[in-house]
């Protein structure tokens, strides 16, 4: 370099000098192969995707529990049965029933008595039984009744009722309308019905006596 002429020299040094901080500059060093950069938010609102997690399925107020989890109905309420117990009767026209021989006055039986619907005015019921009538033959019958409440007590209506017995109608099977009334005690009640005198078909009119169990827990 010193052979160079003075301007020349000068002019290099310059140029050496610019090439050399250039060089000493920091470069940005390429990122090595295999090396995933990743950067990690600290925003915490930021709410997981939905696609990680199950979907909520939204509460149904009016959903019905399955069958599975409700007990079965069977229509059928024991504390709505009773057991009838028949029975004692009385003939007021002594005479015929005595010349007709219809004054058996002991009548003995059972039947079941079916409360189907009770509500503040009354009960809708259901009868089925036998019993030893007032001329000792066995006297079957099936009946649907209503009896109007009266105070806490007493009951009083009748019954529509399918009547059979060699007693009655030359024992040919017939329905009669009964009246009834019921005074109950709790644990047991007691009934009275009427009979009506029906022509051929009930020769003699009669008064009925008999009790009630319920069958109740």
Same mark, same amino acid.
């Given at each position: 370099m010193k052979y160079l002429p003075y301007g !020349?020299?000068? %002019?290099?040094? #310059?140029? !050496? @000098? !610019?090439?050399?901080?250039?060089? !000493?500059?920091?470069q940005p060093e390429p990122a090595s192969p295999g090396v995933i950069f990743? %950067? #990690?938010? @600290?925003? @915490?609102? #930021?709410?997981?995707?939905?696609?990680?997690?199950?979907?909520a399925a939204p509460a149904d107020v009016n959903a019905k529990p399955s069958p599975e989890s409700r007990p079965a109905d069977t229509g059928f309420n024991l504390d709505a049965l009773d057991l009838n117990v028949y029975g004692l009767s009385y003939h007021p026209d002594r005479k015929t029933v005595q010349r007709l021989h219809l004054d058996n006055e002991v009548n003995p039986g059972l039947g079941l008595h079916y409360e189907l619907v009770t509500d503040a005015r009354g009960i809708t019921f259901a009868e089925v039984g036998a019993y030893d009538d007032s001329g000792s033959h066995w006297a079957k019958f099936a009946a649907l009744g209503y009896q109007f409440k009266l105070g806490e007590h007493w009951r009083i209506g009748g019954a529509l009722a399918l009547i059979h017995s060699r007693t009655y109608n030359d024992g040919a099977a017939f329905i009669g309308m009964i009246p009834l009334i019921t005074y109950d005690f709790g644990r047991i009640k007691l009934n009275t019905v009427y009979f009506p005198k029906l022509?051929? @078909?009930?020769? #003699?009119?009669?008064i009925g006596f008999y009790l009630s169990i319920p069958f109740r827990k």
């Open positions: !020349l020299q000068l %002019t290099f040094a #310059v140029a !050496l @000098t !610019l090439g050399g901080c250039g060089a !000493l500059a920091r990743m %950067t #990690v938010s @600290t925003d @915490t609102s #930021v709410e997981p995707s939905q696609e990680g997690r199950p979907a022509g051929h @078909t009930n020769e #003699v009119a009669a």
